[in-house]
């Protein structure tokens, strides 16, 4: 048997208990994936990031859920990052290019106020529309068809991961809900493995632009993610689609039904040819380490 370290760090909160709990193991040159996915597993967070040598980019993050690997994971990211400052592996104050599985991103670190900051380019945005039953979907949600916002269309999305969003009429739903994350891979026919993420433009936060709560897919061995990075990213992409045509900016909350209490800033910009790039800011905190013992 080996034991593995497991750095413990929380994203999008700089207050612990309130982010999204995230692994960070460095040594993931030395492992094997089955390796990768048994520590995710022993862990239980949504994701365990495993930091490892690029020969493309200056380094390399792999995401794994208790169930399976993810091509992209904005909060593993974060606490990776946060995690390899911390450690004196990285400059706070650098811009570096990162390979995952979604392609090479651009991430950009800084400081302000003493406080760590981490940009992460995402993949470019990727839609396609939600063909089946609105009223099933409402159900595994435990709400009413009533309570979509049929002014807006349910929409598959991407930013490197795909998730289902789906926009939300009231805040007050956000309390009601209760999923039922089994029924998800025979509603989403067209993405069966996908996750879910209802949304809506009311906030607790005045200052917050969009409110959020991200449900997983059956296979990824988790129930909900507490403060989700790239479904918020992809959910930007959307709003400056849908709602606010060329907003910029989004300051999505997220986590507030389960105790939690983060935020993402999500960055749209259009170049020359019209098309989006997104990016999202986000911050961590350290909470502790744990070791976990694998087979050879």
């Not at 992209?72 to 390979?99: F, N, S």
């Not at 998800?184 to 959020?212: M, N, Q, W, Y």
């Not at 909350?253 to 209490?261: L, S």
């Amino acid at each position: 048997m080996k034991q593995v370290q497991v750095w413990h760090y929380e994203a999008f909160s700089r207050h612990k208990g309130k982010g999204n709990p995230a692994g960070v193991v460095f040594e993931g040159d030395a492992l094997a994936e089955r390796n990768m996915q048994e520590i995710a597993k022993k862990v239980g967070f949504n994701e365990t990031a495993f930091v490892l040598h690029s020969d493309v980019a200056d380094l390399r993050l792999r995401y794994f859920t208790p169930g399976h690997e993810m091509d992209l994971c904005g909060h593993g990211t974060v606490a990776a990052l946060q995690a390899l400052v911390e450690a004196g592996t990285i400059d706070k104050q650098t811009k570096l290019t990162l390979e995952t599985k979604a392609g090479i991103l651009n991430i950009e670190l800084e400081t302000k106020e003493g406080q760590l900051m981490i940009a992460m380019e995402q993949a470019a945005p990727q839609f396609e529309r939600f063909n089946g039953s609105a009223a099933k979907l409402a159900e595994a949600l435990g709400l009413s068809s009533s309570d979509l916002d049929d002014q807006l269309p349910i929409m598959y999305g991407s930013t490197g991961t795909w998730t289902l969003l789906v926009p939300i009429k009231s805040i007050h739903a956000f309390s009601q809900m209760k999923p039922q994350n089994r029924e998800f891979p025979a509603i989403l026919t067209e993405k069966p493995r996908c996750s879910v993420h209802p949304f809506c433009v009311e906030t607790i936060d005045p200052d917050a632009d969009l409110h959020g709560r991200h449900f997983s897919s059956p296979y990824s061995g988790t129930t909900e993610d507490p403060v989700t990075g790239t479904a918020s990213g992809v959910m930007g992409a959307y709003a400056t689609m849908y709602i606010y045509s060329g907003k910029q900016e989004w300051l999505v909350e997220q986590g507030q039904e389960i105790g939690k209490d983060g935020r993402v800033l999500v960055v749209v910009q259009t170049d020359n040819n019209g098309k989006p790039h997104v990016s999202i800011k986000g911050e961590g905190v350290y909470v502790g380490s744990l070791m976990v013992e694998i087979g050879e």
